[in-house]
């Protein structure tokens, strides 16, 4: 029964494990080495710390992006801009400074966040007070928000030539992980811990499967959309953060272009709904390291740089026919077929119907009608 | 810092209306009247060089009574070549942002006597609709750059190509006299790769991580522009394989922005092929020398290695911001 | 002469993993009759309706139609065999005309010859008396005629069984009346018609024949005019008749002399009640009566702050508040269980739990979860307290049948120990056995000193559970009932004398 319910609350993270094993599987049968980690200048180095690595930016962005999909029921796709913004503050900030040192780096990561906050505001009022598409609010960011990055990096493409900075986007000389990856999983306990001390998954997730109920229960439907959009803007000041400080230079037009698009099917490959609701933070995880292995794994197969689209998409496409509900519910209903013949069988053996018929999601459905 | 926001602001609100009213008013005999349709300097550190450019070659001092309009827009580009046909230019500058469309607007400013000069980007039109074009040729760079790559004195090569957005005119410009060389059996593809549509930095890293990780021995990289080649270094960097000028693995990017250059100048990479944004000297040139070429034009580029390299070239040629003398950008 | 079977269904079982839905249950139906599917939710009406329709299979038994065995293996088999079928929740397209309601998506239609279609939209409404011209949009029409353009879409496709599944729960008593004649008309045409529904009242007053399930058994099939209404509760539950006839009233009659645990003057909200006065006591259970659209649940919303507020002053135990937003009325000790709790009660997705502790969680604040712990011992305790089936507190509310979500919702309120609840229609569409099981709550939770607002379409509900009745016409207070007065007449009376 208990392991049971352990399987039930995993359920929805069986697509986005299940794709990351496959990725594995190739990897492996393409090099056994695929998980050696050797150790280059006292850091870590391998595949894995490789994707782990080059994921940080997506997996910080996807966890903004599942909170504002639960509860605004629509996806922001101004956060590569919003980040090139308020990274390119951080720079203005850094390269103005007389001397750089540690609080140099940290005052201006903290006003980056600022300016990430009222992004995230500026987006939030038009979501929830003006009742904008979110897609439609952060249209405006999206298209013209790196000409504003680009004048705030003074029409020129600013270097960040310092060693703080050089080691946040590398490794500190004697923490053997590079610095990214532990700030990535920084921000994930943060994340955890700030799901865990309050109740914004349960209000982001009332808001989004139903306002209007979520209201009559005392909850502000606008507050919590505004808020799951503050939190978008800090996560987009951290991931622009670690972003330019690993590229050492602000490129106002290429800093994380398009991983907008990554992180919302990131946010999909986690199983969770793009038009809002219950959704899994875990799986969002999960789902931007599968893309950053799947992009990975493409390179290692050596597709032919004018395929390599191409196979992404196939690659995508199949993914989302199987978890889209038309198969989820064929498997479901084979696998109430199969476990219905191991019902029978257990019956016969243990004679104990109740507590066996009752534990079957499957049927709980049908029985209600 | 305020400050810098206030006047990117006053400078939003009220120059480009000064610009104009001031062209208006001054209208002196004399001078040579130039329309320029351009994109908009915020498109690339390229493009900022290239606006500049553009506005200090062909200014008041110089003889010139110029307007210019910046976007991105091709019907706007087509609205403000016609605007300056109709004022009765000498000369149409365009560098546009479509290709195609403008054959008739061509034509006019042809049958009004207009001079019309193409710069950087070239139009799909035939060859009698415009009097001149200046561009870069990139597959001349790409034949430079691969014959530097030739000329290194290496036992054989084995190189990663980095591609950008495939099928651009950059891309394949580039990649043209590399493949050719690979074909002819005189370097070694080990891994083929590209940056994607944002020339990203971040792609760039993970095809050569892929080829490390493919236990793959390469001895260049030949990333197609400067960031994707800082890419390719950090990958080289965080798995401890030397490069430059005293390492195993020789770099080569393209474009030359500052930091590049420095990069090469430190021998942190060895060698950037330029990409000149800055056609306004040399249109000038042609026109103050009264015999305008006919036809597309290439602009002579250079490459520059960490032997060739001097701080007058970075100053001189360079684009985007200068880190300054012996800081390398990682 | 024996009447002519349409439909004939013998030994008809099907099982689902570890339950079985029907359990050898035999069904007929004559041509020209209209037969009442009663029993409490999770009976198998559902599960019988979808054998007939094609939907599930069945595992054993017979169905014959006119005499042939058939066996459908789709829908769309069903229907081409000429069975219609109108489900409860009307599932048509709200912004297309009722023409095109009502011959879209039809096989032999796929070209569409829009004038001719309008003909005989038009024709095939005005055969069957239904108000609505074939060009109008589809939203414009009441719900009534929604539905009945429902059933003219089932019946035009030469229906010979039509089901209806619940057709009246959204609709008030004059449109049920429009909706009966129709079905009349159809009866006389021959058309055998199945109805499901909660009502008693409407199945003596239209069907012909009655057919018990019970737990997928079939308790019995009855002459409608032979079974008296006590009896067919009594086979519906499966109780003895004196367990379920008149609840006794706990609820003590308000005394004037305490200070009223909830005191509202001139208060009106933008849903457009007008200004009204009310005032509970301690204990007291009152309702708010009227026709649907006379006021009744825009007074408990403008009491809860759940439409924007717009006058009037409000005393909570003597002391002046403000009451603006639900959240303020929830912190005054105040519950409001709502009248669509599909559209404003449940969280669908979320799980029996998360729904359990919503509006305390709420209350506790932002900042203050409750532990998984604490989450899981409420969510047992109510669910035990109020009978609750689930299978688990971890299954989403949304698989529950509607008697157990609203048992959930209610669940809800009085884990927060409100001071004063209001019940807007707690007891639509669902059984019979839960409606008595939530007016015995009532009833306790009063005596256990709590103050609640009972309200219902079903004015005999009302008149068993409160004390005092707000009778309500055109968003207005009319009347106010209370003891010997208190009964389903003088309600009517108030009502229509408030008209003069």
């Given amino acids: 029964m208990n392991m049971q319910k352990v399987m039930t609350r995993m359920s929805h993270l069986v697509l986005p494990i299940s794709v990351l094993l496959l990725l594995i599987i190739i990897n492996l049968i393409k090099g056994a080495d695929y998980f050696s980690i050797t150790v280059v200048k006292g850091a870590l180095y391998g595949n894995i710390p490789n994707i782990l690595f080059g994921a940080s930016e997506l997996v910080i962005l996807t966890i903004g992006m599942t909170l504002v999909t639960a509860a605004s029921q629509g996806q922001d796709i101004s956060i590569g801009v919003s980040a090139t913004i308020t990274s390119a503050i951080f720079v203005l900030f850094v390269i103005n400074a007389a001397e750089v040192t540690l609080v140099t780096i940290i005052a201006g990561f903290l006003i980056s966040c600022v300016a990430g906050l009222l992004i995230g505001a500026f987006n939030g009022i038009l979501v929830s007070i003006f009742k904008v ?72 997730q009332s808001v989004g499967i139903n306002p209007s109920a979520a209201r009559l229960n005392g909850i502000n439907p606008k507050k919590i959309i505004f808020l799951t959009f503050l939190i978008m803007g800090v996560c987009t000041a951290v991931a622009g953060f670690i972003a330019v400080n690993k590229a050492g230079r602000h490129d106002s037009v290429n800093l994380l272009k398009l991983i907008m698009m990554d992180a919302i099917l990131a946010v999909a490959i986690g199983g969770n709904s793009l038009s809002g609701g219950k959704f899994s933070i875990t799986g969002s995880i999960i789902g931007a390291y599968t893309i950053e292995m799947l992009n990975r794994t493409l390179l290692r197969l050596e597709v032919e740089p004018e395929a390599i689209k191409a196979f992404k998409a196939v690659f995508i496409i199949i993914l989302m026919v199987v978890s889209s509900p038309v198969v989820r519910d064929f498997t479901r209903k084979i696998m109430d077929r199969v476990r219905t013949l191991g019902l029978i069988d257990g019956v016969l053996k243990r004679h104990a119907p109740e507590t066996a018929a009752v534990s079957s999601p499957g049927s709980i459905k049908r029985k209600e009608e | 810092m305020k400050k810098r926001v206030l006047c990117i602001l006053v400078i939003l609100l009220v120059a480009s209306p000064l610009v104009l009213f001031a062209g208006g008013a001054q209208e002196e005999s004399g001078m040579i009247k130039v329309g320029i349709v351009n994109l908009p300097p915020e498109e690339s550190g390229y493009r900022q060089a290239n606006v500049e450019a553009m506005n200090s070659v062909f200014s008041k001092e110089n003889g010139y009574d110029a307007k210019q309009t910046n976007t991105g827009d091709n019907t706007e580009q087509i609205a403000a070549a016609k605007g300056y046909i109709r004022d009765g230019v000498d000369y149409l500058l365009i560098s546009a942002a479509n290709a195609s469309g403008w054959d008739d607007t061509l034509k006019s400013a042809k049958d009004a006597g207009i001079k019309v000069i193409l710069f950087d980007r070239l139009i799909d039109t035939d060859k009698a609709n415009f009097q001149a074009a200046l561009v870069s040729d ?54 083929d790769g590209t940056g994607g549509d944002s020339w990203s930095l971040e792609e760039a890293r993970k095809v050569v991580e892929a080829a490390i990780a493919a236990g793959k021995d390469f001895n260049v990289i030949y990333a197609q522009n400067d960031g994707m080649a800082q890419g390719a270094v950090q990958a080289l960097e965080a798995a401890g394989i030397s490069h430059g000028k005293s390492g195993k693995v020789k770099v080569i990017g393209f474009d030359f922005n500052r930091f590049a250059l420095r990069n090469v100048q430190a021998g942190y990479w060895d060698a950037d092929m330029q990409c000149n944004p800055r056609q306004a000297a040399e249109i000038s040139k042609w026109i103050k020398s009264g015999s305008l070429p006919s036809g597309i034009q290439y602009q002579k580029e250079l490459l520059l290695t960490t032997d060739t390299i001097t701080d007058e070239l970075i100053d001189q040629w360079g684009i985007n911001a200068d880190p300054g003398k012996g800081v390398i950008t990682r | 002469m024996e009447p002519e079977n349409i439909l004939k269904m013998e030994g008809i079982s099907i099982s689902f993993p570890g339950v079985k839905a029907l359990d050898n249950v035999a069904f007929t139906l004559r041509k020209g009759e209209i037969h009442a599917l009663m029993g409490e939710n999770g009976a198998g009406k559902s599960t019988l309706v979808k054998v007939i329709t094609g939907v599930y299979e069945k595992d054993t038994g017979n169905i014959t139609i006119d005499g042939q065995p058939i066996h459908f293996k789709s829908p769309q088999e069903a229907q081409n065999s000429g069975i219609g079928t109108v489900y409860q929740e009307i599932t048509l397209c709200p912004n297309l005309t009722v023409a095109e309601n009502m011959f879209i998506g ?32 589809l939203s414009s029409c009441s719900l009534a005629v929604q539905q009945m353009i429902a059933i003219a879409r089932a019946v035009d496709m030469d229906c010979k069984i039509l089901i209806l599944d619940e057709p009246t729960s959204s609709l008030d008593e004059d449109e049920v009346k429009k909706l009966f004649v129709l079905m009349g008309e159809l009866k006389a045409r021959g058309v055998g018609i199945i109805f499901i529904t909660h009502f008693l009242e409407q199945v ?7 057919t018990v399930l019970r737990n997928g058994k079939l308790i019995g099939e009855y002459e409608t005019d032979s079974l008296p209404q006590i009896e067919l509760i009594s086979k519906m539950m499966g109780k003895a008749l004196e367990e379920i006839s008149e609840i006794e009233k706990l609820a003590p009659d308000a005394s004037g002399q305490c200070v009223p645990v909830f005191e509202a003057s001139a208060l009106s909200s933008d849903a457009g009640v007008r200004p009204f006065n009310f005032t509970i006591q301690k204990g007291e259970v009152n309702g708010f009566a009227g026709l649907l659209g006379s006021g009744r649940s ?20 003597g002391q002046r508040v403000k009451i603006r937003t639900p959240l303020n009325a929830m912190k005054r000790g105040i519950g409001y269980l709502p009248e669509d709790r599909k559209g404003d009660g449940i969280i669908a997705e979320l799980s029996v739990r998360d729904n359990i502790i919503l509006a305390l969680q709420v209350l506790k604040g932002f900042f203050k979860p409750l532990s998984q712990k604490q989450a899981q011992d409420f969510a047992d305790e ?18 529950l049948s509607g008697g157990n979500q609203q048992k959930v919702i209610l669940a809800r309120w009085l884990l927060t120990h409100p001071d004063y609840l209001i019940l807007d229609e707690p007891t639509r569409g669902i059984d019979v056995g839960t409606k008595v099981e939530i007016q015995k709550l009532v009833l306790g939770l009063a005596s256990e ?4 607002t009972f309200i219902s379409s079903e004015i005999d509900e009302m008149t068993r559970t409160c004390s005092r009745l707000i009778v309500m016409k055109d968003r207005e207070i009319v009347g106010e009932l209370t003891g010997a007065n208190l009964t389903e007449n003088d309600v009517m009376h108030v009502i229509a004398q408030g008209g003069i």
Avoid: C
Avoid at chain 2, 141 to 148: F, K, N, R, S
Avoid at chain 3, 204 to 210: G, L, M, N, S, V
Avoid at chain 3, 382 to 399: E, F, G, M, Q, V
């Fill in chain 3, 204 to 210: 003596y007053e239209i069907t012909d024949r009655i």
């Fill in chain 3, 449 to 452: 000193g709590m103050s609640l």
């Fill in chain 2, 138 to 191: 990139m597959a001349y760079e790409g034949d430079m750059a691969t014959q530097w790559v030739l000329s290194l004195g290496l036992d054989k090569i084995n190189l990663i190509l980095i591609r950008g957005q495939m099928g651009s005119a950059a891309e394949i410009g580039r990649s043209a006299a590399v493949l050719k060389a690979a074909g002819a059996g005189k370097l070694k593809i080990v891994a």
């Fill in chain 3, 106 to 137: 039809r096989g032999h239609y796929s070209f569409v010859h829009w004038k001719h279609m309008n003909e005989k939209a038009a024709q095939l409404l005005d055969s069957l008396g239904i108000p609505a011209s074939p060009g109008q949009e």
């Fill in chain 1, 133 to 204: 598409q979110p897609m439609v609010a952060t249209l405006i960011l999206f298209t013209g928000g790196r000409s504003i990055a680009f004048m705030i990096d003074g029409k020129l493409s600013p270097i960040l030539a310092n060693d703080i900075s050089n080691q946040i986007g590398t490794v500190i000389p004697g923490v053997p992980i590079q610095t990214p990856i532990i700030l990535t999983v920084v921000f994930i306990i943060i994340t955890a811990w700030v799901l865990k001390t309050t109740n914004l998954r349960l209000y982001a």
């Fill in chain 3, 382 to 399: 109510y669910i035990k307290k109020l009978n609750i089936k689930t299978p688990t507190a971890d299954t989403p509310i949304k698989s």
């Fill in chain 3, 298 to 317: 825009e007074s408990a919303r403008a009491i809860f702050a759940a439409d924007k507020v717009t006058g009037g002053e409000v005393r909570i135990k």
